[in-house]
């Protein structure tokens, strides 16, 4: 069964860095794109990065710049490295993967930007 497991998340200082991981596993990863989301609680699920096949990532216009999205298919682990963090990147991130048209998610890691 498809299974994606974040970890990373944690309390950082504002202009900190930190790095997550989503480690997959069920399925095909290599030729699978992936992104990372975040959520507050009462929002919507926001796009943060994601990041095709071919190594090809698009990112939010509040995160480009600061955000690098990357992928191990060795690993079977997708990254993203945040740097220069803001208190308003604080949420739940998520990463998902699509396939057949059906979404999986992860558990989340929560991420606190805060002095």
């Known amino acids: 069964q498809v299974q994606l497991v974040e970890s990373g998340g944690g309390l950082v200082q504002p202009g900190g860095s930190l790095r997550l991981s989503c480690a997959a596993s069920g399925y095909i990863f290599s030729i699978n794109a992936m992104g990372w989301y975040r959520q507050n609680p009462g929002n919507q699920r926001d796009l943060v990065a994601a990041i095709d096949s071919s190594g090809t990532t698009t990112y939010a216009d509040s995160v480009k710049g600061r955000f690098t999205i990357s992928r191990d298919n060795a690993k079977r682990t997708v990254y993203l490295q945040m740097n220069s963090l803001k208190p308003e990147d604080t949420a739940v991130y998520y990463c998902?993967?699509?396939?057949?048209?059906?979404?999986?998610w992860g558990q989340g890691t929560q991420v606190t930007v805060s002095s």
């Open positions: 998902k993967v699509r396939l057949r048209g059906k979404d999986y």
